[in-house]
C-alpha cells in the first residue's frame, strides 16, 4: 500500500464488529496468545522488523489448535498473504466477504483460490493503570514492514512508545468530559474512556476517524463522540474537565518532495504546533480541569527550548510542569523521523531528505530538538484562566526514570495535588504541618572503608520518576523522623540542639527543601 495506493474506506458495521470480536476472543488472537506462538526472542526480532525469526518459531510451535491464531498473526502482524479457506477457517462467524466490505482486507486471484491481503494492521494490546488490567483489539494502517515501501502521507499511525507514554500520563481520576486532540487510531480516546463519562475525539483526518471508530466499537466501548477538524476548531466554545493530545508534533522541513505525514505533521514550520495547542489550552478546560500532551520544542542558538515553552505560557494562570525526556541533534532527529516514514538509510532519497532537514534547521539555527510532556491545570476561580497559579516547574528528566509500568497518571496527579497543598502553606503553616515519609521512599549510604560516617546519603524514591536527591546529615535526620507524630517545626527544633546548629538558620535550610520532597512526593502531608 505505497503512497500511489488508495487506502481503503474502513466501514463500522455492528454484525461486522460483533462477529469479529466473537472470533478473534475464540482464536486466542490476545497479546499473550500471539506470545505464545513465537517467543520472547521472536517477538523482539519482529520489533526490529525481522519478520522471518517470528515465522520460523511459530513453525516449531503450531498444533491444530493454534493454526487459526498463526493465520491471524500472519495475515494482520506479519503482514502475509492467506489463503481463502484459512481465514474462513480461522474467523467462521464474520466471514472474509464481511471484511471485506469493512475495508480490513481485499482478494486477490491464486492459482487454485483467492488469496486474502491484508489492508489494515489488526492486533491485540494489553495495558495496566488504576482500574486494572484491560485488553483491546487495535487496527491501524500498515506498516513499512507489511508494505515493503515507505508509508503514505494518509498513513493512521498504530500504537508505539509514544502512544503508551501518553496513556500512562492521563489523571486516573473520574471526570465528566474529555478532549482527546488528534485521536489518530483512537488508543487515547479509548483509555479516556476509562475515566470519563463523556469523550470527544476530533482529527483532520477522516480516515484516522473512520478507524477509531472501528477500534471503539470493536472493543464495545461507547461513549466517545468523533468530529473531524484541525485542532480546537472542532470544539469551538466548549470546555472540558480533561484534554490529552498527541498531537503532530514532528518538526517537518516545509520542502516540495519531503513527505506530510498526518499522523505526525502538523503543516507549520518548525514548533509552531505545539506552541499553537499550548496557547489555545487554557480557553478550553473548565475550572480545575488538566491536560496532558505531548511535544517537540527547538533549541535555538543561544535559547534553551524549556525557556521557549516557558515563554509559550508565560501569560497563562495555569498550574505548569513541562518535563523533558529527550534531546537529539539536527542530524539524529532528521534520521529518526526520515526512517519512521520508511525511507532507508543509504538511499538518494534518504540522503535528500536528510539534507532538507539539515537545512530547515539551519535556517532558525537550531541546535537540538526536545522531546517530552506538558502537564497543565486551570484554577478553580472564575477568571478566563481561573485564578492563580501554584506550580511552575521546567526540568529534564532523564528517559531511565520513571518506567512504571501503570504509567505516571497517578504520579502526575499527586504532583498538582502537592502543589495546591503547598500554595496554601507558608513557611509557617508548613512548619505546623505534620509529614510523613512515602512507603516507597529508602536511603542508600556509602562509605569510605574503615569509616564509621558516611561519605554519601541518598535518598532514593521506588515510584514515580525513582528520583534520587543526595542528603546531608541535616536532611536524611529530618527525613528520617516524618513520621507523621511531631510537627515540622518540633523536628527542626530537636535538630538543633542535637547539631548545636541555631534553630532558624536549620530552619532556613530545611523548609525550602522540604518543600521539594513534598512536590516529588518523598514526603507526604500527615
Known sequence: MSAGHTLPTIVTEPETIGALAADLSAAGFTVDGVEALWGAEAAAALHRGNRMAAVRAARGRLTDQLVPRYTLAGLFLLGFRQSRSAVETALPTVGVEALVRAGLVRLEDAPTEPDVVPQVDLRPYAFVDDL??????????????????????????????????????????????????????????????????EVV???????????????????????????????????????????????????????????????????????????????????????????????????????????RVRSWLADAELDVWVVERERQD??????????????????AEFDELVDAWLDDFASRRVTAVGFGYVV??????????????????????????????????????????????????????????????????????????????????????????????????????????????????????????ITGVEEAALAADLLPRARDLVLDGLLLPA
Not at 500554595?423 to 509529614?435: C, F, K, N, P
Request: charged share 20%.
Open 132 to 197: 486494572g488490567a484491560g485488553s483491546w483489539w487495535i487496527v491501524s494502517d500498515l506498516g513499512e514492514l507489511a508494505l515493503g515501501t515507505a508509508l503514505g502521507e494518509e498513513h493512521v499511525l498504530g500504537i508505539g512508545g509514544a502512544s503508551t507514554t501518553l496513556s500512562g500520563l492521563q489523571v486516573p481520576v473520574p471526570v465528566a468530559r474529555v478532549l482527546d486532540l488528534g485521536t489518530g487510531c483512537g488508543i487515547q480516546a479509548l483509555h479516556a474512556r476509562r475515566f470519563a463519562d
Open 201 to 307: 475525539a476530533t482529527d483532520i483526518s477522516q480516515r484516522a476517524l473512520d478507524i477509531a471508530r472501528f477500534n471503539a466499537a470493536l472493543n464495545g466501548v461507547d461513549g466517545i463522540e468523533f468530529r473531524l477538524g484541525s485542532l480546537f476548531e472542532p470544539v469551538a466554545g466548549e470546555r472540558f474537565d480533561r484534554i490529552v493530545s498527541n498531537p503532530p508534533f514532528v518538526i517537518t522541513p516545509r520542502r516540495e518532495g519531503v513527505p506530510s505525514y498526518e499522523y505526525r505533521d502538523g503543516g507549520m514550520v518548525g514548533d509552531a504546533l505545539v506552541e499553537t495547542v499550548l496557547r489555545g489550552i487554557a480557553d478550553h478546560l473548565e475550572p480545575g480541569g488538566t491536560a496532558q500532551l505531548l511535544g517537540n520544542w527547538e533549541c535555538r542558538w543561544g535559547s534553551d527550548g524549556l525557556d
Open 330 to 347: 539536527p542530524p539524529a532527529y532528521a534520521e529518526t523521523w526520515i526512517r519512521d516514514g520508511g525511507t532507508k538509510p543509504g538511499t
Open 376 to 497: 497543565l491545570r486551570r484554577g478553580r476561580g472564575r477568571g478566563r484562566t481561573g485564578g492563580a497559579a501554584h506550580l511552575r516547574r521546567f526540568e529534564r528528566v532523564p528517559e531511565t526514570l520513571g518506567s512504571n509500568p501503570a504509567g505516571l497518571g497517578a504520579t502526575v496527579a499527586r504532583v498538582l495535588d502537592a502543589a495546591a497543598w503547598l500554595a496554601e502553606h507558608d513557611d509557617t503553616a508548613l512548619a505546623a504541618a505534620h509529614l510523613r515519609v512515602a512507603g516507597d521512599v529508602t536511603e542508600e549510604r556509602y562509605y569510605w572503608p574503615g569509616n564509621d560516617d558516611p561519605t554519601v546519603m541518598t535518598l532514593v524514591q521506588g515510584g514515580g520518576f525513582g528520583r534520587r536527591v543526595d542528603a546531608d546529615t541535616a536532611l536524611a535526620a529530618f527525613v528520617g523522623a516524618c513520621d507523621g507524630d511531631l510537627s515540622v517545626a518540633a523536628i527542626v527544633g530537636a535538630l538543633a540542639q
